[in-house]
T-cell receptor, first 114, second 111 residues
Framework: NAGVTQTPKFQVLKTGQSMTLQCAQDMNHNSMYWYRQDPGMGLRLIYYSASEGTTDKGEVPNGYNVSRLNKREFSLRLESAAPSQTSVYFC?????????????FGPGTRLTVL | GQQVMQIPQYQHVQEGEDFTTYCNSSTTLSNIQWYKQRPGGHPVFLIQLVKSGEVKKQKRLTFQFGEAKKNSSLHITATQTTDVGTYFCAGRGTGANNLFFGTGTRLTVIP
């Protein structure tokens, strides 16, 4: 099992460009999450999907959109990238309900917006 | 809004010394989780605490959940170089939908 996979690993964008970060899990988990990690800020939840077909905003959703394509895949889209979105993005998944579940993280995408 | 604060932000110890990181929430938590992130890596789940006053041990690691369920600590006895990384607590408020991560404590172990 690969667990949680993310593509790409690294990306450099210019301000205003768009891109989609891909995430897939092969653990048959119901819930999936997108976090961003900034120095000194810990991990902050952007969006989550408690189950296939549902998505909800997290702590910092502005400037992002998500799609839960199927049970395995959860993508994060930046429509018009800004330098403030320079960060490391982690996708995670968990089994069952999202309350109190162990989260399994992907390797991360390091995004720089110039 | 809910906040989870973690101290210290950084800690340097000599190999063999003990290490403790503390996590404090502004609100009562339904549970708390601890994760470890190695340099350049991703967070990896260590443990979850649910009950008031709960104490759990994993070899040299001891995790505690406060009686009021608003704070937690992770203590490492006799640190080793393999303990290097950033330790995060993550708390979920009662009735809350999100898991709020602390800012993390970066541990450096000097051989």
């Amino acid at each position: 099992n690969a667990g949680v996979t993310q593509t790409p690993k690294f990306q450099v964008l210019k301000t205003g460009q768009s891109m989609t970060l891909q995430c897939a899990q092969d653990m048959n988990h119901n819930s999936m999450y997108w976090y961003r990690q900034d120095p000194g800020m810990g991990l902050r939840l952007i969006y989550y999907s408690a189950s296939e077909g549902t998505t909800d905003k997290g702590e910092v959703p502005n400037g992002y959109n998500v799609s839960r394509l199927n049970k395995r895949e959860f993508s994060l889209r930046l429509e018009s990238a800004a330098p403030s979105q320079t960060s490391v993005y982690f996708c995670a998944s968990s089994d069952g309900g999202y309350l109190g579940d162990t989260q399994y993280f992907g390797p991360g995408t390091r995004l720089t917006v110039l | 809004g809910q906040q989870v604060m973690q101290i210290p932000q950084y800690q340097h110890v000599q190999e063999g010394e003990d290490f403790t990181t503390y996590c404090n929430s502004s609100t009562t938590l339904s549970n708390i989780q601890w994760y470890k992130q190695r340099p350049g890596g991703h967070p990896v789940f260590l443990i979850q605490l649910v009950k008031s006053g709960e104490v759990k041990k994993q070899k040299r690691l001891t995790f505690q959940f406060g009686e009021a369920k608003k704070n937690s600590s992770l203590h490492i006895t006799a640190t080793q170089t393999t303990d290097v990384g950033t330790y995060f607590c993550a708390g979920r408020g009662t009735g809350a939908n999100n898991l709020f991560f602390g800012t993390g404590t970066r541990l450096t172990v000097i051989p």
